[in-house]
């Protein structure tokens, strides 16, 4: 059940029975998409600040204590559109959660001797990530893909501005963008609607203040570039390809979803069977949607052989030609279907998973929808909606190619998008 306070604060409950855990999540609307590009990466970096004390937690030890002595779990993460901090326990203990979040989301100190020792942790954060491909490869894509524009940049920012970012900064954007109309606190697990408002009435006494910052709309930005080469010596290469997709709530969304399913969403897909299994050309592969506001991204990831990496992306803009031309079968849709169906049953056995699907759309949708209206969404789609999807979005130039490996050469990769 969602409601909104008049402060415009969203309270979203999702009560589970069958569980005795809950988990008590907070959105705000904060991430590249929100920032300027002298600030990139200050999201992130706030995000982590959050844990380092506050009024009634002094210091990240007393944060942690307070969740690891009942067995609770924490953490937080930081999107393109959305931070988000949670802590997940058992529901006997489920004011600790309230008052852990409460008080780093309204009273977060952000002392400068911690600024200064977590600007260390993030830095390291980021050389972590350059040391792993088939991560940094995906923020590459959407690099690539997006352009230079908050959409296309990397969350984590780059070490220069990661340097250069103060105090007064991290307050300014707090306090434009950390306000109760644009937060939304999501609960699930064992619960009532009744608990959750008096804990929130409780925990998070927000003033009255209205966001400051506004998302920066997507753009699509023309380039001819289709190819973006790191080289890194490395034992395999890591490759994405890929097309811009289908934005969130889109009449399309979901038959998106079930392509991707069908291409690479298992060890039964397309991509599997034909590419790994059969040709033998990598050892993860997989294609999955990103659905955004206001533009998406379907792609297929591998990690490749250094020597086939020319076969391995022939291999892969086959299966998509081929989906596109050639209808599926009624019997391989309705695999599709109940795979992704089941796999939605499946993460919602955790309270954490429920608390971020609720919450998600009550952030960024018109309107939230209840598990089983996604399940119709997933069930209308037809085998001509496949088809013609397909043909939409594999087009060949529309392709775009994100490559991790000891290659140079970029022409040439340039030159197999257009076989």
């Not at 089983?372 to 939409?392: G, N, P």
């Amino acid at each position: 059940m969602l409601k909104q306070k008049s402060n415009g604060l969203k309270i979203i409950t999702t009560p589970i029975k069958s569980t005795q855990a809950v988990t008590v999540l907070v959105l705000v609307g904060a991430g590249s998409r929100y920032e300027t590009k002298s600030i990139n990466g200050i999201s992130h970096y706030l995000e982590h600040l959050f844990f380092k004390g506050a009024s009634r937690y002094k210091n990240a030890a007393e944060v942690s204590f307070a969740i690891d002595s009942v067995g609770g779990d924490f953490n937080a993460f930081t999107g393109k559109e959305y931070a988000g901090y949670y802590v997940k326990l058992s529901a006997d203990k489920k004011e600790i959660a309230f008052d852990v979040i409460g008080d780093m989301m309204l009273n977060a100190t952000f002392l400068p001797e911690e600024i200064d020792k977590e600007r260390n942790v993030i830095i390291e954060e980021f050389n972590m990530y350059q040391d792993t491909p088939m991560y940094q490869v995906g923020w590459d894509f959407e690099r690539l893909l997006f352009g230079d524009q908050p959409m296309g940049w990397d969350q984590i920012g780059i070490p220069d501005i990661i340097r250069s970012l103060n105090r007064d900064q991290f307050l300014d954007y707090k306090r434009k963008l950390y306000t109760p109309d644009n937060t939304v606190i999501s609960v699930a697990g064992n619960i009532t609607e009744e608990e959750v408002e008096a804990l929130v009435e409780k925990y998070f006494p927000f003033q009255n203040e209205t966001c400051g910052v506004t998302p920066t709309p997507y753009q699509p930005i023309p380039s001819k570039r289709r190819v973006i080469l790191q080289h890194k010596k490395t034992e395999q290469a890591h490759l994405i390809l890929g097309t811009e997709g289908i934005p969130a709530n889109h009449p399309d969304e979901y038959v998106a979803k079930v392509l991707s399913v069908i291409l690479g969403g298992n060890m039964s897909s397309r991509m599997f069977l034909n590419v790994r299994e059969s040709k033998g050309l990598s050892y993860y592969i997989r294609t999955q949607t990103d659905d955004y506001s206001d533009v998406g991204t379907l792609a297929t990831s591998a990690g490749v052989d250094l020597k086939r990496v020319d076969l391995a992306v022939e291999a892969i803009l086959e299966e998509y030609y081929k989906i596109a031309q050639e209808r599926v079968s009624e019997a391989e849709l309705q695999k599709a279907k109940d795979f992704m169906k089941g796999k939605m049953v499946l993460k919602l056995e955790d309270s954490e998973e429920y608390a971020h699907l609720m919450g998600k759309q009550a952030l960024l949708y018109p309107e939230v929808k209840p598990i089983e209206e996604l399940f119709k969404k997933v069930d209308a789609v037809t085998v001509e909606d496949i088809q013609r999807v397909s043909q939409q979005l594999f087009q060949q130039d529309r392709f775009h190619l994100a490559l991790i490996g000891p290659f140079e050469d970029e022409a040439h990769f340039e030159e197999l998008l257009k076989k």
